[in-house]
């Protein structure tokens, strides 16, 4: 089980040592936290495994902006998420810019966290599964890259995937990359173990529940006895 923690655009690099004091993982399960590029150092300097929120696909150039890999490495950090649906929806990010994204960094050595799901019309359209299998296309097969599924939907808006939506889509998942696959969307504490119970929902990405480390502590805890 891997629980990770999508901060977004959430604390300052003081919010950062304040939640690293107040939070211990719990031992066995694998956490991750994604704090925004201004707090990476501050989390890796916790001794907690650290991926970012993005990385770019060049070495180095004229990217205004943009990271790469070898700055993320020379931090410490240990990973990095990619397509997260805003990177999609609000900057534009596409599925072969994604994919070029993931390669770099597995490239580089860094293991990545690939975000994949349809939006609340795709979905009413019965289109699910033809842009799960769009966006799964293009990206790398590479035993260091977990898929996670995030209904746009689901995302900041208290609506979670039923337990039975989320294995579904899992499933399908599955049967076209061979990967660990989280559940990101509205993730909470007293919704966590039904979601990570299900056979193939093999971790979790949580955004607004992982700010607080009690709540986070919790959703951990919560993949113990799942
Ligand atoms: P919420 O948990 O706030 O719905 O966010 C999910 C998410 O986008 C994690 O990447």
């Known amino acids: 089980m891997l629980i990770a923690a999508n901060w977004k655009m959430f604390k300052t690099?003081?919010?950062?040592?304040?939640?690293?004091?107040?939070?211990?993982?719990?031992?066995?399960?694998?956490?991750?936290?994604?704090?925004?590029?201004?707090?990476?150092?501050?989390?890796?300097?916790?001794?907690?495994?650290?991926?970012?929120?993005?990385?770019?696909?060049?070495?180095?150039?004229?990217?205004?902006?943009?990271i790469s890999a070898a700055m993320l490495k020379e931090l410490g950090v240990a990973g990095s998420l990619v397509g997260h649906s805003e990177r999609r929806q609000l900057f534009g990010e596409t599925d072969e810019g994604t994919a070029r994204r993931a390669e770099h960094a597995l490239a580089a050595g860094l293991r990545v966290i690939a975000c994949v799901g349809e939006t609340d019309s795709e979905r009413e359209a019965g289109a699910t599964?033809?842009?799960?299998?769009?966006?799964?296309?293009?990206?790398?097969?590479?035993?260091?890259?977990?898929?996670?599924?995030?209904?746009?939907?689901?995302?900041?808006?208290?609506?979670?995937?039923?337990?039975?939506?989320?294995?579904?889509?899992?499933?399908?998942?599955?049967?076209?990359?061979?990967?660990?696959?989280?559940?990101?969307?509205?993730?909470?504490?007293?919704?966590?173990?039904?979601?990570?119970?299900?056979?193939?929902v093999d971790g979790a990405l949580v955004g607004g529940a992982s700010l607080d480390p009690d709540s986070f502590a919790a959703i951990c805890r919560a993949a113990l006895i799942s």
């Open 129 to 200: 599964e033809s842009v799960l299998r769009r966006q799964l296309a293009p990206l790398p097969r590479d035993p260091r890259l977990v898929v996670a599924y995030e209904p746009a939907w689901a995302i900041g808006t208290g609506k979670t995937a039923t337990p039975a939506i989320a294995q579904e889509a899992h499933a399908y998942i599955k049967s076209l990359i061979d990967a660990p696959v989280l559940y990101g969307g509205s993730v909470k504490p007293d919704n966590a173990a039904e979601l990570l119970a299900q056979p193939d």
């Open 13 to 66: 690099r003081a919010e950062t040592r304040a939640f690293c004091e107040a939070f211990t993982p719990p031992e066995g399960v694998e956490v991750v936290i994604c704090p925004p590029f201004t707090s990476l150092d501050v989390a890796v300097e916790a001794g907690l495994t650290i991926f970012a929120q993005n990385v770019h696909w060049a070495e180095e150039g004229a990217y205004t902006g943009e």
